[in-house]
């Protein structure tokens, strides 16, 4: 069983900083993509930033400059910086993985439960 457990989220004021962090635990061989996407009420879930195993990385219009996302392989972790926020900026935050859990087994898609951000002005 794999699980994704994130932390980090909660209150600040605009303009101030949050560490999103996510972990991978369980049985896994390997990870490819993982990355944070957002939900904010009423909104569609979007794509905010992505990292590839060798550390390229994708960005959310709306956020470029002001985030960064990091990982660590060995440890099956991705972390979001998230600088300069805004109260558009609010909303669900939920890590997103895919991970193979054997040498044979082909990616599969993994998603945390989700940590809440909120940004008041």
């Known amino acids: 069983q794999v699980q994704l457990v994130e932390s980090g989220g909660g209150l600040v004021q605009a303009g101030g900083s949050l560490r999103l962090s996510c972990a991978a635990s369980g049985t896994i061989f390997s990870s490819n993509v993982m990355g944070w996407y957002r939900q904010a009420p009423g909104k569609q879930r979007e794509l905010v930033a992505s990292?590839?195993?060798?550390?390229?990385?994708n960005f959310a219009d709306s956020v470029k400059g002001r985030f960064t996302i990091t990982r660590d392989n060995a440890k099956n972790t991705v972390y979001l910086t998230m600088n300069s926020l805004k109260p558009e900026d609010t909303a669900v935050y939920y890590c997103?993985?895919?991970?193979?859990?054997?040498?044979?087994?082909?990616?599969?898609?993994?998603w945390g439960q989700g940590t809440e951000v909120t940004v008041s002005s």
């Open positions: 990292i590839t195993r060798s550390g390229n990385t």
């Open positions: 997103y993985a895919q991970l193979s859990r054997t040498f044979t087994t082909p990616w599969a898609d993994y």
